[in-house]
Nanobody
Framework: QVQLVESGGGLVQPGGSLELSCVAS????????MGWYRQAPGKERESVAV???????KYADSVKGRFTISKDDAKNSVYLQMHSLEPDDTAVYYC??????????????????WGQGIQVNVSS
């Protein structure tokens, strides 16, 4: 079964840094359009940073200049470096990506998957 697995969350003081990692595991052909989303208590899930295709990167305005998204295609992974963290960054962070699997008869199935989520707490 294909899944996205996040790691790296935790508790950090305001102004601190964390790095989140997400790796695709299982049997698949490729992973594309990977990104990070977050959901704070009582709020809707929002996009934080995404890599579309090979190199089109989009950031939420609230994290520009503080967060950096990157990927390693060889490891089927996406990362989120977070600096100058603020209490408003506290949320469950989710990895998302389009995972392509073999559908037989030379067909490819694109599965949009979410990770299980990982908690990031920014507090003194």
């Amino acid at each position: 079964q294909v899944q996205l697995v996040e790691s790296g969350g935790g508790l950090v003081q305001p102004g601190g840094s964390l790095e989140l990692s997400c790796v695709a595991s299982g049997t698949f052909l490729a992973v594309n359009n990977m990104g990070w989303y977050r959901q704070a208590p009582g709020k809707e899930r929002e996009s934080v940073a995404v890599i579309i295709g090979d190199d089109l990167i989009k950031y939420a305005d609230s994290v520009k200049g503080r967060f950096t998204i990157s990927k390693d295609d060889a490891k089927n992974s996406v990362y989120l470096q977070m600096h100058s963290l603020e209490p408003d960054d506290t949320a469950v962070y989710y990895c998302n990506g389009d995972v392509m699997t073999d559908a037989g008869d030379d067909a490819v199935r694109i599965n949009n998957l979410w990770g299980q989520g990982i908690q990031v707490n920014v507090s003194s």
